[in-house]
Structure formats: structure tokens, C-alpha cells
């Protein structure tokens, strides 16, 4: 059943199939009509199923045939010349977008064109790589036939099942749809799912493989356990089966049914309905060993009875009792109140207004909370070129564009965490992040993020457990320990083993032990997922990490409140663009760093007087709050940024180039000396005292100085 409103179980699956005709095609419907976005990836003449009819009398163009109209509903399509760099480069492009790639080429085409799975995976390491061969990829096993074409007729010769399929020895016969293709491409779909969920959790795919003799193989199971239980050549078995009876087609008065009696129980029952209970008790048929071994006169007794009534009498006398159904064409399915009430026959609209929709066979599985999407129309060649190949490209940021960016993703305080988790030789190992986040209460899911860069990468998403340890306002250094490369840090740091022998370290907020539940590929990191199985907590204060630094919380309030209660307050800013720090500059060349006026004294009234003066400030957090023993006031200053150029009174100066002894003020030019100093280092510190000396409250993983 199709709903309108539905967008698919497989919704925000991207799928590239560069697949033609039947087994590839066949897998890609399976995840279009689920909701993948399947793009088809064609060459000038398309898909060879364009071509290949049946057509309709009202398409005397043959733009439109069946084969391809029934594989290809719901999908898209470009049209690249890959033998061409400019084809080959807006494939990668789009490879780079893609969950899935499917293709069914003879082992090497993709590699001569460059486009191999070890090639495109270096930029999209999540992909999974779908290939359909006759004879499989050498990658997964050489066949002497690996350069051979194969198509539906070869897979099923080679394979075994037409050796089974027919009435005689002597006429094996092929199965009438094409199961070569399309048993291939069910399990191909089947590959890729399993692939996917792998992908999801490790981060990920990988090169998938099915060859088309090999799934026939695989359906032909039984003349395998046959030969080696038996020594015997399983052939042809008509209708029969070689184990049951009576198992097969019986005649009706108006043609056939087909009856499968595969126990006693059934037996009884269909002898009954035949007006024959004792029948069931005979030693020659009481069993099913027995009827098997006496199959001719069974099929016989069975025969005579159905021939004298027609199917639909069958179908009542029959019907639910034992298992029965009326041999059908076509036009009996299409007609069967069964096809319509699960809504077996799809429409396929046309593309031309007003046009006959086409009428397909449906998808035929169904999940309770994610019905199928309604069905679409499939594209004409390349119909999709403006969507997926000029759409404008994405800009390269620039080193000031990744500044900015880095800025606004530090816009928000979080906490700082250490992660940890053991080797497979049982050693520890850990990094400090500052990317933890809950994710659900149920189940109760956490994640953090680690850079593919980490020395520990292959470490954390191998390892079955992890733990986050959430650090307090003291444990600055902890945190700095952990960032470094140090190959001491768990003989250096205080822990313990938690549950799954997972190192938490001591006295912190929090620490969760977690079993690895997925991992997502995430640019230039790795999201790791991870289920809550243990936890422990404790009161205190949290380490926090804000716009590149740590800071304690709670920390600004007291020394700001203590400061205002004492005299005269100035309120200044250390604002700095780049690697540059805004002054105000008076006519005898003394510097200061901006104050807010005195009729506002606060952080708004400064941030107010910079912008009436055309200066965008943004003011981080508090560097320094001082007590001036040459004026008897106190300062408070912070730490923050300035945009727009300088107007009169304002000068921008490097760092480098601070004249400070220009800066009149004591306490003021110390506190810019220490800035230029902090700077360099990456290390600010909140100063808390006089201009002689006072109090650094670092907020990087540094021991306190004492000025």
C-alpha cells in the first residue's frame, strides 16, 4: 500500500546506480520505492532497457518501455560521458554526496576509467560499493570466468537451476522470469543494508560483492545437500517433489491447482475433503515416506478427484484447509480480490498530462510504520542533469572564512570531558574533547566526537567501550594532561577501573561507561555514539570551554560585584582583530585600551559607545579585574574582538608593535603586556589583584602564577 504523504523507510539514502538492464536495476527499484534517492548515472544512449520495448500503441516514439518504465520508477538521472575528465570529475562530485554506489559492469571497467572503489573512497570513506557480476570481483575470489558477460540465461545454466527446472530429463528448461538477474539484485539490496548498518557504526563502507552464478547456487540449495547426502544428480522434477506427495499441479474440470501436502495432518484432512477418511490410515499412505514412495498411485487417487470439479469449487472445498491454490495467469492475478486488497498492482504515472498511466508490478514488501512512498514517474535521460550536476558550486572558505566560522562555533560554552577507554592488550587511553553531548534518555545514548587526525582514531572506534569523564573546575590540568601526547598520563593522573574495566578517572562531575552503539562519519571526525551501562556522579562546579579557552563558572560575578562596591570603576575591553589589538589614541600619543563612558559604566555602555563610534565589539569574558593604587580605582576588563575599520581616536596596532610605553597607566600597561604574552601562547588567564601584584585565574591547563 502506497501513501502519499509517506517519503519511505530509506528517506536521505543517496544511491548512484550506474547499473543497466535487469540485476543491477532490480536492486536499485528495492531501495527507490522505499524512499532512496536512486540517481541513474547514463551514458548518451541511456540505459540499455530504453530501447529494449515492450512499447505501448500510444507512444509511437518508443520513449517509453515496459522493461524500463517498471525497473526505474522512482529514480533520477544524469547523463555523464565517464571516458571524458569532465565526466569523470562531476562523477566524483556526486560520488563524494553518495550512501551507495551499484554497478554491474565486468570486473575492471571502473578501474580503467579511474573510478575504482579504493579511488573514490579516499574522499568518501563511508561509501558502499555495490558490484553485480556474472562471476564475481577478483577482490573477493578469482573465477576463471570473471571476464566472461553473463546475463539472466547464463546465470541459470551455469548455476544448476535449469538442470532442475522441466518435465524430463532430456529438456531442461529455463525459468520463465529472470531469476539470474533478479534473485542477484534482491540479495545485492540485502548486501547493501547490511553494509549500511556496518557504515553507521563504525563509519565506514566498504566494497560489496555478488556474482549472479553464485546466487543461483545459493537457490538451488537443495541439489547441493542432495548430492552430498545422497551422491545423487538431482534433475528434473516436473512438478513433483523428490520427498512429498502429493506436492505439485492436479488437474480441475476448467485447469489446474496446485496442492502441497507436507504432513500427516494435511493428508488427513485433504482425504477427508475427498470423501476418503480411511484413505488416511492406509499403511501405503499414511505416512510421508510412505506416499512418497508411492507417489504414481497418490497423485493418481488425488487427480481423479480434482478433475471432477472445477477450480472454484476447489477453491471452496480446499481453500484454508490445506495448502491450495488455483494455477493462474496474468489476467487472473490482475483480477484476484488478493492483488487489490494489498495493492500489488502499482500505477506509474505518466509524464505527459493526460496520458494513461502505466500499470507494474508492485514492491511487495511493507513495513507497518513506513508505508511506500506514492509511486513516480521514471526520468527521461538525464532529466535530473540541472538538479545534481550545475547546481552552483559550494565556495572554498578561505583561512578568515574558517576563522569566522571557528569563532561561531565557539559561541557556546560547553563542558570539557576526558574520554577513555583500553587497548586490546588491556592498556589505557584517553584525550581531553570538549564535544560530549547526551543524545537519549531511552535508550540512554551519548555521543563525543574524535578528530580522524587522533593518534588514538583506530584505538576508540575499535574498542567494544569507552568512558566520559566530565572534569570540575579544578582539573585544568587533568584536561591539559589529556590533550597532550604524553605517554605517561594515566601514571601521571588518579583513576580507577569502572564497569567493563573501563579507566574513570577520580573526583570527576561525572563519568559514564558506555558500549560502543554507532559511529558516524562526520567530516574530518568521527561521532561516536555510545549506550549508557554505568555511571557515577558527584556536586561540584563544572570546567567549562568557551570560544577556544577554559573557563570556571561563576567566576566573573564576585569579582565584578567585589570590584564595583570599591570606588571608582573603569570598565575597558582588550578588543582584538586578527593579530592586531584596538587602542584609543589621544593628540600627545598616549594610548588606552577603550573604556565605556562614565555616564554607563558596563559591559552594555562599552559594547554601546565602540558601535556608535562604527566598531562591532564582541566581549568574550573577563580578563582582568585590578585595584589602581595610583588613582585608588578599580578596572575591569575583558577579553573580546573588534570588526570595522578604526575611526578618529582609534588605532589598530600588532601585537608586535604596541607601544607600551605609551600606555600611561601602570596597572593598564601591565595587564596589555600580559595580554601580548597570553596571546602568543593560546594561554588567558583571569587577573585578579593590583598593579604590582595579584592573582592570574588561568583558564588553560597551567598552574596559577602569582604576579
Known sequence: MSDPQSKGILTGLRVLDLSRMLSGPYCTMMLADHG???????????DTSRKNGPFRDDDPDHEW?????????????VQLDLKTDEGRIAFRRLADTADVLVENFRPGVMERLGLSYESLAETNPRLVYAAIRGFGDPRTGESPYGNWPSYDVVAQAMGGIMSLTGPAPDSPTKVGPGIGDVFAGIMMAFGVMAALRQA???????????????????????AIYLHDFEGSLPGPEGNDHPFLAPFGLFPASDGSVALGIVDDAFWAKLCAAMGLPDLAQEPKFATRAARAQNRDTVNAIVSEWTIAHSKLELSGLLGGLVPFGPLQDIADIMADPHVAARKMLAQ?????QGAKPWTVAANPLRFENAPLPAVQTPPRLGA????YLHAPAVPEMTDNDK???????????????????????GTPRGFTANSFSSVSLDPPLLLICIAKTAQSLDTFTSAPHFSINVLNEEQKAISGLFASQSAEKFDIADWHSGAADMPLLDDTLAGFVCSREQMVDAGDHIVLIGRVISYETRDGPPLGYFKGNYFTLGLERPLVSAASQHGDVSIG?????????????????????PRAPAQNKSRAGLTAALKADGLSAHLDFLYAVYQDSESGG????????????????????????????????????????????EFRHGSFGIYQGDETQGRVHRILAVDPSTH
Do not use: W
Not at 565506514?204 to 543461483?216: I, L, R
Not at 506509474?348 to 505527459?352: A, E, F, I, M, W
Open 200 to 222: 553507521g557504526s563504525t563509519g565506514k563502507g566498504q566494497f560489496v560483492d555478488v556474482a549472479m552464478y553464485d546466487a543461483m547456487i545459493s537457490l538451488c540449495e537443495r
Open 384 to 387: 535530473d542533469n540541472d538538479t
Open 348 to 352: 506509474v504515472p505518466h509524464p505527459d
Open 634 to 677: 578599580h578596572g575591569i576588563y575583558y577579553h573580546g574582538s573588534a570588526s570595522g575599520e578604526a575611526p578618529q581616536g582609534y588605532r589598530y596596532f600588532t601585537l608586535d608593535d604596541v607601544p607600551l610605553e605609551c600606555i600611561s597607566n601602570t596597572a593598564e600597561r601591565s595587564m596589555v603586556a600580559r595580554y601580548i604574552e
Open 573 to 593: 575591553a582588550l578588543a582584538a582583530r586578527d593579530q592586531e589589538l584596538l587602542f584609543t589614541v589621544t593628540p600627545d600619543g598616549s594610548i588606552a585600551v
Open 36 to 46: 532512496a534517492e536512486v540517481i541513474k548515472v547514463e551514458s548518451a544512449g541511456g
Open 65 to 77: 518501455a515496459g522493461y524500463f518504465v517498471s525497473l526505474n520508477r522512482n529514480k533520477k538521472s
Open 403 to 425: 576563522r569566522a566560522l571557528r569563532n561561531a562555533f565557539g559561541s557556546f560554552a560547553t563542558g570539557v570531558t576526558v574520554v577513555t577507554t583500553r587497548q586490546p592488550d
